[in-house]
């Protein structure tokens, strides 16, 4: 049984770092329905970014704030995520995904301004990060049900930070080597 239950508190030694190789390699998919083990595991991770965000329980635990974690981010090697945020319309939005699949996306593109951060990375990275502004995405939720999910602007941004994340990409390699702040040409693309 993994140590990760829903009464674990993850702090950040248990987050693994940039350099682990379980950053870089492309996570097995679960089987479905999920096991007692996976449910309690992506309770703990939502749980983390909760208190993550949570003034009182970041102080006491020492956590720096998140918006999304993937398994492989704590040393799983399970293909799922948790995502806790409030979108620009003050909607919160609390997913925990499990063999999600991104089905289609657009073609205009976003990024944010500050460039994107990650509870694996200790260091600041400056540049822009090319998103697609819209997603739509195949998923299970805890229980095992499909769920087929449609994401915008930030939204979509957070998602597509945590797929990479599941297929071994860090949101620096996305980053135009060259020119850190350069976008791609003959796309439509804004800051969001």
Do not use: W
Not at 65 to 84: C, D, E, H, P, T
């Amino acid at each position: 049984m993994s140590k990760f239950t829903s009464d674990y508190v993850i702090t950040m030694k248990d987050i693994v770092r940039e350099g682990d190789p379980i950053l870089r390699q492309i996570v097995d998919e679960i089987s479905l329905p999920p096991s007692e083990e996976d449910r309690e595991e992506l309770a703990s991770m939502m749980q983390f970014l909760k208190n993550s965000q949570d003034p009182a329980a970041s102080k006491k635990y020492g956590l720096r704030a998140g918006v999304g974690l993937s398994a492989n981010q704590i040393g799983l090697n399970k293909r799922m995520f948790v995502v806790y945020f409030t979108d620009e319309k003050g909607n919160l939005h609390e997913y925990a995904l499990i063999n999600p699949k991104i089905i289609s996306t657009s073609t205009a593109m976003v990024y944010l301004p500050q460039s994107e951060g990650c509870l694996s990375v200790d260091r600041e990275i400056s540049g822009y990060v090319p998103r697609y502004e819209r997603i739509k995405l195949k998923a299970f939720d805890p229980k095992g049900n499909e769920l087929n999910l449609r994401f915008k602007g930030f939204p979509a941004v957070v998602i597509q930070h945590e797929m990479d994340h599941l297929n071994g990409i860090m949101f620096y390699d996305r980053i135009n080597r060259e020119n850190p702040f350069k976008l791609p040409e003959n796309v439509d693309i804004r800051s969001i």
